[in-house]
């Protein structure tokens, strides 16, 4: 009699959320590129996401393996076109939100983002990532409720 035994690998979805700053010599064209790198690379790395971009801060929602997504964030902060690198959230995740993103992206405003309830976003006796690392689950919701909006697209800067 034979047996066969297979090894059951369990691997659990994770989130990582981070904002940083824009440099100044970080223009939109160099943003195009690395939006459509960024979209292939995670592709094969089954990375989904989301890259906001409100006026020079970025809000980044990871989703896929934690050891991809730590990789990931490791060649982000060496990147000198980000300033002020803050990881805002790390954790699992039961299912993606952005499951057939490799990388969505859209700039909005800030009145963009009070309109889906992220009012008083700038508490003047924090910095933006201390703020949001406080608010970080609030803020992802806010994310993923933009998400569902009809005005968030997988598309380009213009």
């Not at 047996?3 to 690998?9: A, E, Y």
């Not at 949001?132 to 806010?142: M, N, P, T, W």
């Given at each position: 009699?034979?047996?066969?035994?297979?090894?059951?690998?369990?691997?659990?979805?994770?989130?990582?959320?981070?904002?940083?700053?824009?440099?100044?010599?970080?223009?939109?064209?160099?943003?195009?590129?690395?939006?459509?790198?960024?979209?292939?690379?995670?592709?094969?790395?089954?990375?989904?996401?989301?890259l906001l971009l409100i006026d020079d801060l970025f809000i980044q929602i990871l989703e896929g393996e934690q050891n991809d997504l730590d990789e990931l964030y490791d060649v982000i902060k060496k990147d000198d076109r980000?300033?002020?690198?803050?990881?805002?959230?790390?954790?699992?995740?039961?299912?993606?939100?952005?499951?057939?993103?490799?990388?969505?992206?859209?700039?909005?405003?800030?009145?963009?983002?009070?309109?889906?309830?992220?009012?008083?976003?700038?508490?003047?006796?924090?910095?933006?990532?201390?703020?949001?690392?406080?608010?970080?689950?609030?803020?992802?919701?806010?994310?993923?409720?933009?998400?569902?909006?009809?005005?968030?697209?997988?598309?380009?800067?213009?």
């Open positions: 009699m034979m047996f066969l035994f297979f090894t059951l690998i369990i691997r659990f979805m994770y989130c990582l959320c981070y904002t940083s700053k824009k440099t100044a010599s970080f223009d939109i064209n160099e943003l195009k590129e690395i939006l459509v790198k960024s979209r292939i690379n995670n592709e094969k790395k089954d990375i989904t996401g989301i980000h300033d002020y690198i803050q990881k805002i959230y790390s954790g699992e995740i039961a299912t993606r939100n952005f499951l057939t993103w490799s990388m969505g992206f859209q700039q909005v405003t800030w009145e963009d983002l009070e309109e889906l309830g992220m009012e008083r976003l700038h508490d003047k006796s924090l910095s933006l990532s201390e703020y949001f690392r406080h608010k970080s689950h609030y803020l992802i919701e806010v994310i993923k409720e933009f998400n569902k909006s009809s005005e968030l697209k997988l598309n380009l800067p213009k």
